[in-house]
């Protein structure tokens, strides 16, 4: 194992780490903040005991989140310290303005919230949290754009070896950004719309407090049904975009090997990378074409053509992520979206015509499906940043070149170690404060209900 192996595996375990946190945090303010709105406008004490529940998971969620955000911005001057020399002035100016601005202004009110209640007027104590929550997706919209700067160089001009900033605008108004930052958001929508459909279901299997859990239900399946439909449309124009932006990782999702018009979609496929075939596939006729351009013909560049036009341009060496990966995290993330796309309009079919709350097995695929948006998060991420491979920053530098000449590899695997373990103990934490506060419940109210039949189902299974 050398030290760059080490780096880029420390640096995806961080990632994905604290990836897992991000899209809850998202969507999961939103949430609080319009059941607290409801309490506000009507008075009506169900949605403060509402709020004050999904706010207690909310800031441990957020918490998490903070620790482990905080590790992965070290990796950038400690394993990655070419990648910092290189596209510093560009990477730092949305990191310092996401930490000043979005997380100074997400931080401020998240405590005004937390300590305010009762103290702060009502409407101003609902104002807090909308706050925390646009501060929370602004905070995102600053990441995404110092991403999509390695996605897709725009506004730079490159001096002594360096990328330098030119045009602050362009960074906003990145392409990639355009589409990626609604995809994110959404999905973070997405998380927690099933996250607050899951715990309400388990407390419905329980036929425990069911009035508040009945509401937080219905709010959740409305944006839970809107968001997924709108990130599945979302992705459908960011993959369009990437087939003219990074078309080499298009057809590594693909595994497209030669180009085709027109192109047909592999369902499913045994990619053999080193013979740069596929040994088994089961396809449909141009649907890749269709998915590209909104017609049955157009021709869609193969993962052969585009090494030999990267050769050309760029010089020797292997410009070909690693495919396999790259195609399955691309299914399993389509797989997981309409699974959660399904399990919604049935769960509304059932809610309209009253039936859900008799429809045991339903309530119980919703507590299931609590970590399915997590999967299509991870799945969507790997495939976002493998795909990319061999660049760290698209066109213009190598990841090889990016990491630190001067870090050995048992430094790293000893972080790696470290932190991995750390992290390990931190999720068990984790899990176990959320699933213990969501297990209590809302604290007791008018309409909390009558607890019965408790011990019938738990929390997981």
């Known amino acids: 194992m050398d030290a760059l192996w080490l780096a880029r595996l420390q640096f995806g375990i961080t990632s994905v780490y604290h990836f897992l946190f991000v899209p809850l945090t998202l969507g999961l303010s939103v949430l609080v903040a319009i059941m607290e ?25 957020f918490a998490m989140g903070v620790v482990t955000g905080i590790v992965q911005e070290f990796h950038f001057g400690m394993n990655w310290s070419e990648y910092s020399r290189f596209m510093g002035d560009i990477f730092g100016a949305p990191l310092a303005i996401e930490a000043l601005a979005a997380f100074f202004l997400e931080s401020t009110f998240l405590g005004l919230w937390l300590f305010g209640w009762d103290k ?46 030119t045009d602050f605008f362009a960074l906003l108004t990145n392409p990639h950004v ?9 999905a ?20 425990s407090q069911l009035e508040p859990f009945r509401r937080s239900f219905r709010l959740a399946l409305i944006m839970g ?49 080193s013979q740069q075939a596929n040994s088994f596939e089961i396809k449909i006729p141009a649907l890749t074409s269709f998915l590209a351009y909104n017609r049955f013909q157009g021709e869609v560049k193969g993962l052969k053509d585009l090494q030999a036009a990267a050769a050309a341009q760029y010089g020797p060496g292997n410009y070909i992520p690693p495919v396999t ?8 993330m389509i797989a997981a979206g309409l699974w959660l796309i399904l399990l919604a309009l049935y769960s509304l079919y059932l809610w309209r015509r009253g039936r859900l709350e008799a429809s045991p097995l339903v309530l119980r695929l919703l507590l299931w ?26 066109g213009l530098q190598r990841v090889e070149a990016a990491v630190s000449p001067g870090v050995g590899a048992g430094a790293i695997l000893f972080t790696l170690l470290a932190f991995t373990l750390l992290y390990g103990v931190l999720a068990v934490a984790d899990i176990y404060l959320l699933a213990r506060y969501a297990r209590q419940g809302v604290a007791p109210g008018p309409d909390a209900g009558i607890v019965t039949n408790i011990g019938e189902v738990s929390l997981w299974i």
């Open 120 to 165: 702060l007027p009502k409407t101003l104590h609902a104002t807090c949290i909308w706050l925390v929550a646009f501060a929370s997706n602004l905070s995102a919209f600053w990441i995404l754009v110092a991403n999509s700067f390695m996605q897709e160089p725009v506004g730079f001009a490159l001096r002594n070896g360096r990328a330098e900033m």
């Open 325 to 332: 990966t790259v195609f399955w995290s691309f299914r399993l």
């Open 178 to 186: 355009l589409y990626q930052f609604p995809h994110t958001v959404l």
């Open 369 to 394: 499906s609590i970590p399915v948006p997590y999967i299509a998060n991870t799945a969507g991420w790997l495939m976002a940043e493998i795909g990319r491979y061999p660049w760290i920053v698209y």
């Open 188 to 207: 973070g929508f997405v998380t927690a719309s099933f996250f607050v459909l899951g715990i309400s279901a388990y407390h419905l299997l329980r036929r």
């Open 37 to 61: 709105t409801i309490y506000v406008r009507t008075g009506d004490e169900t949605y403060k005991h509402m709020t004050r529940f999904w706010g207690k998971l909310f800031l441990i969620n």
């Open 225 to 273: 049904l809107i968001s997924s439909l709108l990130v599945a449309g979302i992705g459908h124009l960011q993959g369009q975009h990437l087939v003219a932006s990074q078309p080499m990782k298009m057809a590594a999702a693909e595994a497209l090997w030669d180009s085709a018009d027109p192109a047909p979609l592999a369902l499913v496929a045994v990619v053999n990378e």
